[in-house]
């Protein structure tokens, strides 16, 4: 799933493409794509896009108002395979598609997700998008979060490091690869509880944050065109049998039915090798 650096990246992108054009419809191509029925994506029609920025993972595209009238927005979650690009075949029923923008100017924007879940959605709020579902939810941006606040969020929520940053609600923006990385970066266990986490732990957890939100925006905002998941920068994620590349240990990894936690022993758990299974017991 794109995660916070990888949607900051291509909002830029499609605000550079996009940004001023005058919306003429607005196709919902598959019947799960649209959350909400108020309001109507049709009163956009006519209305310059403003910017197009984001939330987390979320992209907003967010339309001028006019003079009386509060402001429009598209958020926009694209899931594990969805992606929100142009659309240059400009097929009547392109595969794969979720929705479509077109523009005065006949350019279009396509939302697509290949297989049959369909998880991909489009919310239209009016007003401050930032005030409404499904962001009103969301925790601070990840990137946000200083060390005394995270140290707090850490003692308020006594759960894995792993799950902990993987918690839309607690902080946002990271996902699998990223909680993979940060663990990796800051040398704490995956599975490390984050109520007892010391201070200069959780300083390192917040700079880890920081060096692999950067690293993963600075190598997609150098593409044409949002990355795929093999092709971005990771030390362990999705590495399992190769060398750490700080330590030349293994990177091993704990497999359970909807993702992978992967972390080096030496670097992380004090050579100690997590059991590969749910319960994630230290092997002996």
């Known amino acids: 799933m794109p995660e916070l650096p990888e949607v900051r990246a291509h909002a830029e992108r499609l605000d550079a493409e996009y940004r001023g054009q005058v919306l003429s419809r ?8 649209l959350k909400t029925f108020d309001p109507s994506p049709d009163l956009a029609v006519g209305r310059a896009l403003g910017a197009v920025t984001n939330r987390a993972k979320y992209l907003i595209l967010g339309f001028d108002a006019d003079p009386g009238q509060a402001p429009l927005s598209f958020v926009v979650h694209l899931m594990q395979g969805g992606r929100l690009r142009p659309d240059t075949s400009k097929a009547r029923r392109p595969r794969g598609g979720m929705a479509r923008w077109t523009f005065e100017t006949g350019q279009r924007l396509l939302l697509t997700e290949p297989g049959t879940e369909h998880r991909a959605g489009v919310w239209m709020v009016a007003g401050d998008p930032l005030a409404a579902e499904p962001l009103a939810s969301l925790g601070p941006d990840a990137t946000t979060v200083d060390t005394g606040t ?20 607690i902080v946002s923006g990271l996902g699998r690869r990223l909680a993979n990385e940060v663990c990796h970066r800051a040398r704490l266990s995956p599975f490390a509880n984050t109520s007892r986490l010391k201070r200069d732990h959780v300083a390192a957890v917040v700079d880890a944050i ?75």
């Open 150 to 169: 995270m140290a707090e969020l850490m003692a308020a929520h006594s759960m894995r490091l792993h799950g902990f940053l993987r918690r839309q609600s």
């Open 210 to 284: 920081a060096r692999s939100v950067a690293e993963g925006y600075a190598f997609d905002a150098g593409l044409d065109a949002m990355s795929r998941s093999a092709q971005r920068p990771s030390r362990v994620h999705g590495r399992a049998g190769d060398e750490c590349p700080e330590c030349g240990d293994v990177v091993r990894s704990v497999e359970y039915r909807r993702y992978t936690v992967e972390y080096c022993p030496t670097c992380q758990t004090g050579g100690k090798v997590l059991a590969d299974n749910t319960t994630s017991r230290f092997l002996k």
């Open 26 to 33: 607005f196709e919902p191509l598959s019947f799960s794509v």
